[in-house]
């Protein structure tokens, strides 16, 4: 039978979720925790491979499984092998087809901004500080340039050879209040560093390194300019075949490099 999981976690001690072999992963956590219970060692396999660091609320995975360890038990005996920054929330039987990677509507991130010239101890595991003043009311109209399908290539960590890096954001807005500032993404996948790098790229636009122009091109005024936001060419005519409906680029940017460089 196949069962799904309900996971959280804190994500500061492991590499990301996905199984390495030669660093800590969420992954393998939970693995050997279903094999100490179960007797029997098993892959999992998860909605969505979350980086170094990052941390999980709902992160769904799935496993097969002939253990006669009852269901409503499941979630208790996993947890008991588990550290304590992971814990299986839920337990349920689904379709033996059922793939959480493939069958996610949707993805939901948050970043989390602490906008001060002091380090928070409290905040430190879950926000990143930055320092100096941010114009949040531009960092919300540049949010905005995300939304719909578009090729996030220049967003991207390292992908793999022919894989699709058009994307599709349903949602994408920053919440600020006082020194904390929350930006939100959702879509129906992101590629690895996607997030980050477009944080990165409206940090920049909020201290006033990355200038909009009312024609919506952009330009740089740091000597060394954000190279994941480079001008998109042609963005769609290698991975348009993997995506129904309209594919739009994001708007160019030109980067203007000072003289005496």
Not at 29 to 53: M, Q, Y
Not at 76 to 90: A, F, M, Q, S
Not at 103 to 110: F, P
Not at 160 to 173: D, G, L, M, P
Request: charged share 25%.
């Amino acid at each position: 039978m196949r069962l799904a999981l309900v996971i959280e976690y804190q994500g500061t001690r492991y590499h990301g979720f996905q199984y390495q072999t030669n660093a800590n992963s969420v992954q393998e956590e939970i693995e050997n925790s279903i094999a100490r219970l179960t007797g029997k060692k098993t892959r999992i396999s998860a909605a969505g491979r979350t980086d170094a660091g990052v941390h999980a609320r709902n992160q769904v995975a799935t496993f097969d499984t002939e253990s006669d360890v009852e269901i409503a038990q499941m979630a208790r005996g996993i947890n008991y092998y588990l550290p304590e920054d992971i814990v299986v929330k839920k337990v349920v039987r689904v379709d033996g087809k059922f793939d959480p990677r493939r069958e996610a509507k949707s993805r939901i991130y948050k970043y989390s901004i602490f906008n001060s010239n002091f380090h928070s101890p409290l905040n430190r595991l879950y926000t990143h500080r930055v320092s100096g003043r941010l114009d949040r009311e531009i960092m919300k109209e540049g949010a905005k340039l995300f939304l719909g399908t578009h090729d996030f290539s220049k967003f991207a960590g390292k992908v793999e050879k022919n894989k699709s890096t058009v994307r599709t954001i349903f949602r994408s807005k920053w919440d600020c209040e006082n020194e904390a500032l929350v930006y939100e993404v959702e879509g129906n996948a992101f590629l690895p560093h996607q997030v980050r790098r477009m944080v990165g790229a409206l940090v920049d636009l909020g201290r006033e390194r990355l200038i909009l122009k009312d024609n919506g091109e952009a330009t740089f005024l740091s000597i060394s300019p954000i190279k994941y936001m480079l001008s998109f060419s042609n963005p769609i005519n290698t991975n348009k075949a993997s995506y129904d409906g309209v594919i739009s680029p994001l708007a160019p940017v030109y980067i203007e490099v000072p003289e005496d460089i």
